[in-house]
């Protein structure tokens, strides 16, 4: 079997977790739009991509896919979702599938605005949320909402122009600032699908114990598993530390979720737990930064994905973790290798 990781980014650790899954039986290739990655070290073929918005990139991962008999490609970056996703059939014409769920999902993930109206809509706790300053400022007000506010990009992630306000000056700054910040990074190819006043969303701050889940559909988009994981420790938007732990409450809210989504594959969730109850945040429809907690702790989803793509059945022990198991992310130095076929 032939995989293909796009936008594979800096996580080389996939490429490691699937090699690990094929053996010496398959193949992991890797694109992206440089080689500036250590992901190419360890992939089997690596291949420089056109940019996601590029006219020209399906069409080159298409006619990649058809050339290396690819049978399966896992995207590991957001923005590249929804373009795949447009595409599956069009993959499925070369005998490729394409892990990633319904177009009408993977839009809702990518927008933070649409994911609150989706979360209210189907009865799930989320921090109240605003679109507009001038919202978030009648809210104030009128005392409907109240200090701190996080001021984050509408279709972002990680910790790009994120920032905490504590007061109106910080509000008014973070909202022009952050504005700009989406406007010179690659934030702008998607926002400019809204109004700039509508690039922002203006969030409410829970106080509370911060999770994350990884909830694991099958290829029909059944529920297969839920791993929950509580943050210890996170720099830049990713978690540093993390144990996995058994949470009721959590687990019949992501399993609800699952449900409703019918995503293929995994789904990172951010969750906070306050007075028991569950704020859902964000999610992510991909392997997201937390997913090698869950790996480390006897969770192969990448092996499950394999089988599944085989038409093999999967023990749903493959896919469970150990709870109590707390680890720990570390850097690590490595130089390029030329080697590398491309």
């Known amino acids: 079997?032939?995989?293909?990781?796009?936008?594979?980014?800096?996580r080389a650790y996939m490429v490691k977790y699937f090699k690990e899954a094929l053996g010496t039986d398959g193949e992991v290739h890797v694109c992206n739009s440089d080689d500036l990655t250590v992901a190419?070290?360890?992939a089997d073929k690596a291949v420089i991509s056109p940019m996601i918005y590029d006219e020209g990139y399906i069409p080159f991962l298409i006619n990649y896919c058809k050339e290396n008999e690819i049978d399966m490609i896992v995207s590991l970056f957001d923005i590249d979702l929804l373009v795949l996703s447009k595409a599956k059939d069009r993959f499925a014409e070369v005998g490729t599938r394409v892990v990633v769920g319904d177009e009408w999902f993977v839009d809702i993930c990518n927008d933070k605005w649409k994911t609150f109206v989706f979360l209210k809509e189907n009865g799930f706790d989320t921090p109240k949320t605003y679109l507009r300053l001038k919202d978030v400022e009648e809210a104030l007000s009128k005392g409907e909402a109240e200090f701190p506010f996080i001021v984050k990009p509408r279709f972002g992630m990680g910790s790009i122009a994120v920032?905490?306000?504590?007061d109106m000056d910080e509000l008014r700054f973070y909202a022009k600032r952050n504005a700009k910040e989406v406007e010179h990074s690659y934030l702008r190819?998607?926002?400019?699908a809204a109004s700039r006043e509508e690039w922002l969303i203006f969030q409410e701050c829970i106080d509370g114990q911060e999770y994350g889940a990884d909830v694991i559909n099958d290829f029909s988009g059944n529920v297969r598993e839920i791993v929950i994981r509580k943050k210890l420790a996170m720099r830049s938007g990713?978690?540093?530390i993390a144990e996995i732990e058994e949470n009721?409450?959590?687990?019949?809210?992501?399993?609800?979720l699952g449900e409703i989504s019918k995503h293929i594959g995994n789904m990172d969730v951010d969750v906070f737990l306050k007075d028991d109850k569950v704020y859902v945040l964000e999610m992510n429809a991909r392997f997201g930064g937390g997913y090698p907690f869950s790996h480390v702790a006897g969770c192969n989803l990448p092996l499950a994905l394999v089988k599944w793509c085989a038409g093999e059945e999967v023990d749903d022990g493959l896919l469970r973790a150990r709870p109590g198991t707390r680890?720990?992310?570390?850097?690590?130095?490595c130089a390029k290798r030329e080697s590398v076929g491309k």
């Open 163 to 166: 920032a905490t306000a504590n």
């Open 1 to 10: 079997m032939k995989v293909m990781l796009t936008s594979v980014g800096r």
């Open 189 to 192: 190819f998607e926002s400019a």
């Open 248 to 256: 009721d409450s959590i687990r019949d809210a992501m399993k609800k």
């Open 327 to 333: 680890a720990f992310k570390e850097l690590e130095m």
């Open 238 to 240: 990713e978690t540093d």
């Open 40 to 42: 190419f070290n360890y």
